[in-house]
């Protein structure tokens, strides 16, 4: 059994910060890229940022320069750190992982439940 739990979100005015965390637990063999996601109400979830087990990053236009997400694989870690908050990022923030749980099984996507984030002006 893996779960991924979320903490982080919360209320910050415009121009804000916050910084959300994301961990894996359970029956873990290895942990492949982690990202985040969001959803805005009445719009499509979008991916925000993954990151390989190496670190690579990649960033949505609508946040680069003002995101940054980053892991730390010793505790099945994934952060995101998100400056310069604006009222447009208001979302439920969701974690993924792609896991492999023993040896010799296949890959699965694993998601959190989501955290909310919310931007006042």
């Known amino acids: 059994q893996v779960q991924l739990v979320e903490s982080g979100g919360g209320l910050v005015q415009a121009g804000g910060s916050l910084r959300l965390s994301c961990t894996a637990s359970?029956?873990?063999?290895?942990?492949?890229?982690m990202g985040w996601y969001r959803q805005a109400p009445g719009k499509q979830r979008e991916l925000v940022a993954p990151?390989?087990?190496?670190?690579?990053?990649n960033y949505a236009d609508s946040v680069k320069g003002r995101f940054t997400i980053f892991r730390d694989n010793a505790r099945n870690t994934v952060y995101l750190q998100m400056n310069s908050l604006k009222p447009e990022d208001t979302a439920v923030y969701y974690c993924n992982a792609d896991i492999v749980f023993r040896l010799g099984s296949s890959t699965r996507r694993y998601w959190g439940q989501g955290t909310q984030v919310t931007v006042s002006s």
């Open positions: 990151v390989t087990s190496g670190g690579n990053a």
């Open positions: 359970g029956s873990i063999f290895s942990i492949g890229a």
